[in-house]
C-alpha cells in the first residue's frame, strides 16, 4: 500500500468516456489499497480555446482575469472525475489548486510554486478518499488565483507528490514513456526504461516535447521519482531519476531533433570588444529568442556572428536586420530558414570518447552538411538541413545503436 500521485495530461480527459477510463484507473488503485492523488489537465483544446474566446472580448486582456479564466479549465476536469468516481462508487473529491494549499507568487500566468500546505488533500486522504486537484493552477498569499504556464499540470503533480512524500509519481500522457527518439521519424526507436533528469531536461529542451522542462527542473530539485507512461494501456512507461553509476554505461541515450529552425548570419563584423554586447542588446530588445552562438576566429580584424533561432521569430529578426548591420557595422545580414536541429544526449558523453566522431561519420554517410555545431557536457548538437533531418536521425539512431540498446541499466 502506497501513496501514489497521478498526473493525467488534457489527451487523458479529453471527452466523458475517456474521463469515465481514467476514473476505472483511478479506483483500480483505489481498492488495491493505495492512497490515490490525481491531479488533472484542462481537456484538451480548452486551454487554447480559453485563450481565443479572451482575444475575442479585449485585445489586451489583464493578466489576473486571465487566470481567473484559464483556471477554469481544469475545474470543469476535477468536478467531471470526481463525479465519475461517485458513479462507481469511489469516494472522491475534488480541490481547486488553492483548496490543494498550492501557494504561488503573484507573476500571473506564469507563477512559480512558493509553498505548499496540503492540508485538506492529506485530510481527505485519511478519510479514505480519491483527492483530484486542478493542475496548473494556484493562488496567492492575498488570495488571487493564479496559473503556472502552458504545461503546468506537470509541475502540479510533482510539487504535490514532494510535498506530501509520495512513494509514486506517475504521469500519464498519450505516449508510452521516452522513446531514444521520435518514433514517427525512426521506427525502430525503443522505449528508454530509465532516464536521469538531466538527460530528460535535454531531450525535451531539444524538442521531445514529453514534459514541461520547468517540471523536470522541480523534480531535480527535490529529488522526485517519477514515471512517464500511457493512460491508453498498461505498459511500463519511463523511470526519470536521480542518475547512477549504471546510466553512465549508455553512452547516448537518445536522439531528437527539432525543426523550423533558422539561422541569422552577420559577416564582417569588425573584431573589437563590446561589438557582440550591442549586437545581442538590439536582439533582445527586439524580443528575438535566441539560441546557439557561433562566431568565427577573425580574419583581418573581422569576423561572422552566427545564431539560430525558432522560425516564429524570424518576422522580427528580418526586421531589426538593417539596424543589425549599421548598429555593427557588418558588411551583411543574412536570415535562412529551413535548418533543423539534431542532437545526441547522454550522461555518459562525460566519461566517453568518441561520440562527436561518431556523429560526424554517421552523417558523412548520408552526405549531409554540417552547418553548426556545439556541446554541452552531456549534448552534442548539429544543424542540417531541415529536408535531411529524419534521414539523418535514423542514421544517426543506428549509429549509436540504440535500436538494440533499449537504454536502462
Ligand atoms: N491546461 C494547461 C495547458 O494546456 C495546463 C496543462 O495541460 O498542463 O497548458
Ligand atoms: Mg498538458
Redesign the pocket.
Known sequence: MSLIVQKY??TSVGNPERIRSVANRVAEWHRQGHRVVAVV??M?G???SLLKLAREVCAEPAEREMDVL?AT??QTTISLLAMALHSIGVPAVSLTGAQAGIVTDGKHTKAKIANITPGQVKKHLDSGEVVIVA??QGQTLEGRIT??????????AIAIAAAIKAEVCQIYTDVDGVYTADPRIVPNATKIQEISYDEMLEMAGAGSKVM?ARSVEFAKKFNVKFEVRSSFNNNPGTIVKEENQSMEQVVVRGVSVEKNQAKVTISGVPDQPGIAAKLFQTIAEAGVNVDMIVQNVSQSGETDVTFTLHKDDVDKANKIAASISELSSAKSVTVKEGIAKLSVVGIGMRSHGGVASSLFTALSGQGINIQMISTSEIKITVVIDENRSAEAARAVHDQFGLNVVNSGH
Open positions: 495530461g488534457g489537465s484542462a484538451s480548452v486551454t487554447d484559464l479549465g481544469e493542475g496548473f496559473t503556472l504556464g502552458r504545461g503546468g499540470s506537470d509541475l502540479t514541461q
